[in-house]
Every structure is written in C-alpha cells, then in structure tokens.
C-alpha cells in the first residue's frame, strides 16, 4: 500500500454514461497525476496538478474528459458519453514538489469497462 | 524526453542476479534514467533513478555505462515476488510527467 487510494477499483459502464473516479493522495503531496493504461501498454500521462492547478493536459485528454483538484488535496477524473475506447486502467500518482527526485507513489487504479 | 529500448521479456532463476538492460542514446544531459516496476493489478513501484553515478538502495542496483547511453537494472537475489513489468524511464530535470515504454516483463521461476 502506497498511501494513495482510488475508487471505485471497478466501473462498468454502458456506452454513453458519465462516470467519475475519485483519487485520494498522500496527504502532504501537492503534485497529482493521472495515467490512463491499456491492455498491454505503459501507463500513459494525462495530466497533473499542483496544488489545485491543473498545469499540464496530454492531448489524450479528449473535452469529454475533465479532472479538477478542488482543494488541492483529493482528485477527481471525469469522462463524459463514454466510449468504448474509454476502456482501460487508470491511475492516479502523487509527489512531493520539493523532493529533487520527484518519485512518484502511484495508487490501485481504477479498471473502467465500457460496454 | 529521450526514448528507451528494452527487451520485451526476459526470465530468471530464483535467487540468481536478474540483470535488465536498457538502452537510452539520445539522452541529454539534464535527464536522469528512471526505473519503475508493476506487478499484475497494481500501479507502478518506483524501483530506483540515477543521473550518471551508479545507484543502490535496497531494492536493486543501477549501473549507467560512463557516456550514458545505456543502463541496467540489477535485482541481487530475485524471488517469484519479483516477476513483474520493468519500465526503464529518462526524465528531464524540469518536467513532471512519467514517460512509460512498453517495458520488460521479467518472469521469475523456481
């Protein structure tokens, strides 16, 4: 257990639907990331926050996505009419800014089924 | 960010050395070589980084070749509980994201 948890651990969802994701990371941690894995594939970045400011967004992250940090601490990863392409792992990670090495300490996951 | 090569899988004797190459020529020389590993159904496991010494901790060590353009990842005694994804990742100094490749799948057999 790294200290960062994720829920739900399991979605299935029916093509079209809304669901959201919910990240909580270790608690002194400013810096928040979000992964997305396929079957098969490393993790692949979407994008972080420090503190409450979203700083960097892949292009992966399609408008039906959307993630806030509201209060700097918990996470939440939004996807809007799913798709089944939408269908893979995702991850959450934190980081303390301040360490020069930055090791970041992921979560679970959260499996999203599309159907 | 500088891309990696690994081998794709590679297997190892319980109790022997696992030794995991990886391969990073156009690395600059602002970016530090990173090692993640991920067990099935779990999220990544940061390993061990370096920039151009070598590295140990308690988990492994991390031999960088003296130009930089290659590393590898040594477990000193692999167990079965080391079977797992082995991702070999160059970061910049100034940026925040992972950048993961496909990995190393190291099997473990007794």
């Known amino acids: 257990d790294t200290g960062v948890s994720q829920d739900p651990r399991h979605k299935i969802t029916k093509r079209g639907q809304n669901v959201t994701f919910r990240c909580d990371p270790i608690?002194?941690?400013?810096?928040l990331y979000w992964y997305r894995q396929t079957l098969g594939q490393g993790p692949e970045f979407l994008t972080y926050?420090?503190?409450?400011?979203?700083?960097?967004k892949s292009r992966l992250l399609s408008d039906r996505f959307s993630a806030e940090r509201p209060k700097g601490s918990f996470s939440t990863l939004e996807i809007q009419r799913t798709e089944q392409g939408d269908s893979a792992m995702y991850l959450c990670?934190?980081?303390?800014?301040?360490?020069?090495?930055?090791?970041?300490?992921f979560g679970p996951g959260t499996r999203l089924t599309v159907l | 960010d500088a891309k990696t090569t690994q081998p794709p899988s590679m297997d190892c004797a319980e109790g022997r050395a696992a030794n995991l190459p990886c391969n990073h020529s156009?690395?600059?020389?602002?970016?530090?070589v990173y090692w993640y590993r991920q067990i099935h159904s779990q999220g990544p496991q940061y390993i061990i980084h370096?920039?151009?010494n070598n590295e140990t901790n308690e988990m492994a060590s991390l031999i960088i070749t003296e130009d930089r353009k290659s590393s590898t990842l040594i477990l000193p005694h692999a167990t079965l509980r080391d079977t797992a994804v082995y991702y070999c990742?160059?970061?910049?100094?100034?940026?925040?994201?992972?950048?993961f490749g496909t990995g190393t799948r190291l099997q473990v057999f007794p």
């Open positions: 990670a934190s980081s303390l800014r301040a360490r020069a090495d930055n090791e970041q300490f």
């Open positions: 608690s002194e941690h400013n810096r």
């Open positions: 926050f420090q503190n409450e400011a979203q700083l960097e």
């Open positions: 156009t690395i600059s020389g602002n970016e530090y």
């Open positions: 370096g920039l151009k």
């Open positions: 990742i160059v970061r910049a100094i100034n940026t925040d994201k992972l950048i």
